[in-house]
C-alpha cells in the first residue's frame, strides 16, 4: 500500500503570513495533485502536477513536486480568510488510482 | 450541469440495519468512485467503476457493495451497518483514471449506533 503523509496536520495563522504544507512518500507516484475541500462540501481539484521537480503556481499558492516524484509541498503567500480549509495530497500510483494523503486543516484569522 | 448528486445529505442507522446511497453524474464520465472520510483525515477508496457493468474493490471494501448498470448512477450499498462504517462517504466522477480531475458530490453523513 502506497502510503501519503501530510505535514502539518493542524496550522493556524494570522492573515497575511506564510505558509507550506508538505505531502512525503516513500513511493513514487506518476502524479500527484491538491485539492482542498470546505466544511460540508467534497475536496475540489487545485493543480495536478506531473514532472519531477515541476512548478505550478496559482495566484498566491505555489505547488512543488519533488525531483524523485516522491514527495510535493503547497506554499501560500500572504494567507487570506478565505485560504481556510482542508488542504489534501493525493497521488497517482500503482492500479492507476489515487491513493490520498490525511489533509492539512488550516485556519488563518483575520 | 449539476456535477454529482448524492442523496441523502444526512442518514442514522440502527446496527444491522441496511440502506442504498445514491451517486447521480450527469458529465457522462466513465469513472465513477466511493470513497469515506473518518473524520479529520483524508479519503480512502471504497470501490470504483471504470463503466457501466465494471466495478472494482478499492482500500477498504468490506461491508460495501456496489452496482453500475447506467453511465449515470453508481449506488453504494451498505449490507448490516456497523458502527465503524460511521463515516462521510463522498462520490466522486472522472473522465478518465490517473490524474483526470476528480468531481466530488457533497457528501453523505452516515451515523450507525
Known amino acids: 500500500t502506497q502510503l501519503l503523509e501530510q505535514s502539518p496536520q493542524f496550522l493556524s495563522i494570522q492573515e497575511g503570513e506564510n505558509l507550506t504544507v508538505y505531502c512525503n512518500s516513500s513511493s513514487v507516484f506518476s502524479s500527484l495533485q491538491w485539492y482542498r475541500q470546505e466544511p460540508g462540501e467534497g475536496p475540489v481539484l487545485l493543480v495536478t502536477v506531473v514532472t519531477g521537480g515541476e512548478v505550478k503556481k496559482l495566484k498566491r499558492l505555489t505547488f512543488q513536486f519533488g525531483d524523485a516524484r516522491k514527495d510535493s509541498s503547497l506554499h501560500i503567500t500572504a494567507a487570506q480568510p478565505g485560504d481556510t480549509g482542508l488542504y489534501l495530497c493525493?497521488?497517482?500510483?500503482?492500479?492507476?488510482?489515487?491513493?490520498f494523503g490525511g489533509g492539512t486543516r488550516l485556519m488563518v484569522k483575520p | 450541469n449539476a456535477g454529482v448528486t448524492q442523496t441523502p445529505k444526512f442518514r442514522i442507522l440502527k446496527i444491522g440495519q441496511s440502506m442504498t446511497l445514491q451517486c447521480t453524474q450527469d458529465m457522462n464520465h466513465n469513472y465513477m468512485y466511493w470513497y469515506r472520510q473518518d473524520p479529520g483525515m483524508g479519503l480512502k477508496l471504497i470501490y470504483y467503476s471504470v463503466g457501466a457493468g465494471i466495478t472494482d474493490k478499492g482500500e477498504v471494501p468490506n461491508g460495501y457493495n456496489v452496482s453500475r448498470s447506467t453511465t449515470e448512477d453508481f449506488p453504494l450499498r451498505l449490507e448490516l451497518a456497523a458502527p465503524s462504517q460511521t463515516s462521510v462517504y463522498f462520490c466522486?466522477?472522472?473522465?478518465?483514471?490517473?490524474?483526470?480531475?476528480?468531481?466530488f458530490g457533497p457528501g453523505t453523513r452516515l451515523t450507525v449506533t
Open positions: 493525493a497521488g497517482r500510483g500503482a492500479g492507476n488510482m489515487l491513493t
Open positions: 466522486a466522477s472522472s473522465y478518465g483514471g490517473g490524474s483526470y480531475e476528480q468531481y
